[in-house]
Nanobody, 115 residues
Framework: VHLVESGGGLVQPGGSLRLSCAAS????????MSWYRQAPGKERELVAV????????NYADSVKGRFTISRDNAKNTVYLQMNSLRPDDTAVYYC?????????WGQGTQVTVSS
């Protein structure tokens, strides 16, 4: 199983980024997909999760109204649209796939919000 994140980078406060996570080696449409993030010196935290067919989503309170998770099962890809970015959104963002006891992680992509 491979999960490959892309789309991170440096952005100014108030800006936007869209992260992508391309999955292979699994039946993508069966898995719940989520995005986590880990800032320096902090524990990894859940940012957003989406159900296997995209009808269920949930977000951390800190990103509600600013971030949107979506998926394209035809492309085996999950996205995280991030708007109104703030310096405290700076972190490494990880893609995660889970189904029952099976859980897989990507390698992460750095997002830095700074002027």
């Amino acid at each position: 199983v491979h999960l490959v994140e892309s789309g991170g980078g440096l952005v100014q406060p108030g800006g936007s980024l869209r992260l992508s996570c391309a999955a292979s080696g699994l039946t993508f449409s069966s898995y719940f997909m989520s995005w986590y993030r880990q800032a320096p010196g902090k524990e990894r935290e859940l940012v957003a999760v989406i159900g296997s067919i995209g009808s269920i989503t949930n977000y951390a309170d800190s990103v509600k109204g600013r971030f949107t998770i979506s998926r394209d099962n035809a492309k085996n890809t999950v996205y995280l649209q991030m708007n109104s970015l703030r310096p405290d959104d700076t972190a490494v963002y990880y893609c995660n796939a889970f189904l029952g006891t099976r859980r897989y992680w990507g390698q992460g992509t750095q997002v830095t919000v700074s002027s």
